[in-house]
């Protein structure tokens, strides 16, 4: 059974400092990872995604794969109270294949 | 816009009442997805279509069925309501290779 576990929090980070946000899975053939932002009663927003081990930056926020290690990363840097929100890390074996969904990190953003 | 619509917003049914959720897209995406989220759960995969190819998660409950009569709309039965059905119900298109887009969700609420 596929699984994506992510600490629940809530991590809690000052005002314009970095947020670091992980997610492990369990199945090796996951080929597309992506990171949602979810606000309270609101439904998920794609933020990034990533195919290929390394960086990918886009804007404030950095997606890191490590697929040696079955890791997963999402960092936010110049963190604003806007950004405060549940990310949840979510994975895919590719093609149309549906989405496996981590619980999420309660991130805090502390003006 | 293009965009995912899901209606209604709100839905309250009485237990064992039949409901059906609506989805409609303007994206034109050939894959339509549904997950169940429950209250601070990861939402979760009922199933999915591929043009009119229809995919069903081997958890699903038989309680839950689906319909896509065009490439736009897609529905969502769910036959009797059980009280531990109350979740937010999202609805998902995807484009190649696999970024998935959601709709803002219908509450739906078991009496």
């Known amino acids: 059974q596929k699984e994506v576990e992510q600490n629940s929090g809530p991590l809690s980070v000052p005002e314009g400092a970095i947020a670091s946000l992980n997610c492990t899975y369990s199945?090796?053939?996951?080929?597309?990872f992506f990171w949602y932002r979810q606000y309270s009663g609101k439904s998920p927003e794609l933020i990034m995604f990533?195919?290929?081990?390394g960086d990918k930056e886009d804007g404030r926020f950095t997606a890191q794969l490590n697929k040696a290690s079955q890791y997963v990363s999402l960092l936010i840097r110049d963190s604003q109270p806007s950004d405060s929100a549940t990310y949840l890390c979510?994975?895919?074996?590719?093609?149309?294949?549906?989405?496996?969904f981590g619980k999420g990190t309660h991130l805090i953003i502390q003006p | 816009d293009a965009m995912v619509i899901q209606n209604p917003r709100y839905q309250v049914t009485q237990f064992g009442k039949p409901v059906t959720l609506s989805c409609s897209q303007t994206?034109?995406?050939?894959?339509m997805y549904w997950y169940q989220q429950k209250s601070s759960q990861a939402p979760k995969l009922l199933f999915h279509?591929?043009?009119?190819?229809?995919?069903n998660e081997a958890d699903t409950p038989d309680n839950f069925q689906s319909r896509r009569p065009n490439t736009s709309f897609c529905f969502l039965d769910i036959r009797s309501p059980g009280l531990g059905d109350a979740a937010m119900y999202l609805c998902?298109?995807?484009?190649?290779?696999?970024?998935?887009?959601f709709g803002p969700g219908t509450r739906l609420t078991v009496l």
């Open positions: 279509y591929y043009d009119k190819d229809f995919n």
């Open positions: 994206l034109n995406h050939n894959v």
């Open positions: 998902a298109t995807s484009r190649p290779p696999n970024e998935q887009f």
């Open positions: 979510a994975v895919s074996g590719g093609g149309a294949d549906g989405l496996t």
């Open positions: 199945d090796r053939g996951s080929q597309s």
């Open positions: 990533i195919y290929s081990n």
